[in-house]
């Protein structure tokens, strides 16, 4: 009897650190004492582990069972250790011939020994790899995701008698087990469409584009039937692929929100994340108890997050977007530490113009007061609409523009304008760090037009006149560097700087 080692994963928001499993078996009074910051549900795993062992007919001898899990000061939440004590305390029993130390674990004990999958199987593995580490036991459940991780040697099991015959142990070949499958929450959306199906609305066709090639936010201001939801139901279609490193930490927030389905290989296509506007804080942020988990705009990382009539969501959750939407990541802090999730999205906001929603044009259909369109419009702070970069009045379609014979342009014809834009802004962005206009930072900016007075002039005056605040005119000059993008000019002019304050100030559908 003595000390035997294994290998796990500790995961806190999507960092991950790799945790060294020692169990000792000491010739005492029988016990079992698990120690190193486990939570509940990693507590219960005593309990887990004893059954699986005996139902795999490995059972243990009565001795005084230490298992330390190192480095004790960090926290660790979950049931994805249990595999890894398991396998430390056959090593400490002297049932194993080769050493499993080495070697990463992952997954969930049954009580009768079969494995089950766990969440956060690519994030965990990632840090394996990214801490030297090249072996990994999981799941086989979760083999096609872990494999999905380029410089992992990675071994599917479906059992616990498996796993002690991998490594030699002198028992009989374990019999074929059904393996547990794997759970994935259904988040499907329906396709985004097309901007075929878009009549009219000429300026929020535009404002879309612009949004797209640039990576910019938006706010829709129409009435009901307007087309503010279908408009934003379709800025996915026209955004690229994601590249592989992006591919990969979408993919991670998912696995960890227990909604990727790993037979579809990576996340390629920017996610659509649309909550209800009765949705918590807890819901689009993230939270729970212990290590919060991603919420919303977590999932909608490098894609959309819409929040459709949202003055009608709560302030508070409005309010808790202003940090992503700065620093392009959510940072929840809890007891047992603080989990750092990415959530570098677009917003789009889409809001009618009055509670009623009838008053645009002229209003006259309107039936609330002055008081009550006050009210309604300042349920979206000054603070986090002054951080929305395009902010457009979306007209109720005319009969003239029905009748119109010509089809609109189709999504496909705006990506390609959109990927055009992009790939210009990459190449002058290249070595910086940032990818698109919208994560510039508004110094960069002017540095890269000084000595063009004519350009900044208008920025200068709207800012003097406190028409902008200073964070605002940085945002008109990202946009009017994404107008310049989308000409193939390779700096914005006077008419673009103009042409993004209009953007803005929600005058380009007057």
Known sequence: MGLGRSRAVALVGLTGSVVEVEAYLAASVPGFTLVGLPDTSLSESRDRVRAALTSSGLALPPRKITVNLTPAALPKTGSAYDLAIAVALLAGAGVLERDPSSVVHLGELGLDGRLRPVRGVLPAVRAGVEAGIERFVVPSANLEEALLVPGATVRGVDSLAQVAHLYGADVPPPPAVEPVPLEVRSVEHSAPGDLEDVVGQSEAREALEVAAAGGHHLFL????????TMLAARLPGILPDLDERAAVEVTAVHSLAGAF????????????????????AAAVVGGGSGVPRPGAASRAHRGVLFLDEAPEFSGKVLETLRQPLEHGEIVLHRAAGAARYPARFQLVLAANPCPCGMASGRGESCSCSVTQRR???????GPLMDRVDLQIDVRAVSRAELAVSSPPESSALVAERVRGARERAARR???????????????????????????????????SRRVLTMR???RVLRVAWTLADLAGRAAPSAEDVGRAMALRSRESAA
Do not use: C, I, M
Not at 375 to 381: K, P, T, V
């Open 472 to 474: 605002g005119a940085d």
């Open 221 to 228: 201001v129409g009435p009901p039937g307007a087309g503010k």
């Open 429 to 463: 962005l290249e070595g910086t760090g940032w990818s698109t206009n919208a994560e510039v930072p508004g110094r960069w900016l002017r540095e890269a037009l000084r000595g063009e007075r004519s350009v900044l002039a208008p920025l200068e005056q709207a800012t």
């Open 261 to 280: 389905d790993p037979h579809d290989g990576l996340l390629r296509r920017p996610p659509f994340e649309d909550p209800h506007h009765t949705a918590t």
């Open 375 to 381: 009210r309604y419009a300042s349920r979206l702070s």
